[in-house]
T-cell receptor
Framework: KAGVTQTPRYLIKTRGQQVTLSCSPISGHRSVSWYQQTPGQGLQFLFEYFSETQRNKGNFPGRFSGRQFSNSRSEMNVSTLELGDSALYLC??????????????FGEGSRLTVL | GDSVTQMEGPVTLSEEAFLTINCTYTATGYPSLFWYVQYPGEGLQLLLKATKADDKGSNKGFEATYRKETTSFHLEKGSVQVSDSAVYFCALILNTGNQFYFGTGTSLTVIP
């Protein structure tokens, strides 16, 4: 079956702009989580959506937001971009909320560069 | 709070060498423990897991044992190959299932 698909794979923005990233989970998976990956910090949890509801949120400013649609596809948005937002943004899906089934399935990520 | 600490990289080994990547955790509850691997240009994928104390997870020649007494889940492989070159992440999730906590990753390069 198809894996987790993230679009776009690469993008370049300038400070102050906003960006929207998209994630299509594995068919049948209702949970989508987002992570920010940077060389020094590893993976930092942004938020998780389950059945269109934000279930959990990490310690990021309000500029970072997300949503999930009825088909489980998810988007995340970052407004007023800062240089420090440059990172690989990873989406992960799982069958049940919080990955309690024991496995997250990751997409290849969207690499954002802010100039 | 809940967290995972893993050894700093990068790690460079010759082919067929023995690999250990250390991972320790702090958890307010009872966690399940995981190792994920990220090959160049790809997303993370599950390598192995253990859900209770003294369990041993294994896959592709890699092993890790859940040690509650030392709060550790060290990754080992007896003989690494060039194809094992990747970044390895230790992670935990509590049985309450709120979120995964990942370590910062350890980059491994295996040279022929």
């Amino acid at each position: 079956k198809a894996g987790v698909t993230q679009t776009p794979r690469y993008l370049i923005k300038t400070r102050g702009q906003q960006v929207t990233l998209s994630c299509s989970p594995i068919s049948g998976h209702r949970s989508v989580s987002w992570y920010q990956q940077t060389p020094g910090q590893g993976l930092q949890f942004l938020f998780e959506y389950f059945s269109e509801t934000q279930r959990n949120k990490g310690n990021f400013p309000g500029r970072f937001s997300g949503r999930q649609f009825s088909n489980s596809r998810s988007e995340m948005n970052v407004s007023t971009l800062e240089l420090g937002d440059s990172a690989l943004y990873l989406c992960a899906s799982s069958l049940v909320a919080g990955g309690l089934a024991g496995e997250l399935f990751f997409g290849e990520g969207s690499r954002l560069t802010v100039l | 709070g809940d967290s995972v600490t893993q050894m700093e990289g990068p790690v460079t080994l010759s082919e067929e060498a023995f690999l250990t990547i250390n991972c320790t955790y702090t958890a307010t509850g009872y966690p399940s423990l995981f190792w994920y691997v990220q090959y160049p240009g790809e997303g993370l994928q599950l390598l192995l897991k253990a859900t209770k104390a003294d369990d041993k997870g294994s896959n592709k020649g890699f092993e890790a044992t859940y040690r509650k007494e030392t709060t550790s889940f060290h990754l080992e492989k007896g003989s690494v190959q060039v194809s094992d070159s990747a970044v390895y992440f230790c992670a935990l999730i509590l049985n309450t299932g709120n979120q995964f906590y990942f370590g910062t990753g350890t980059s491994l390069t295996v040279i022929p």
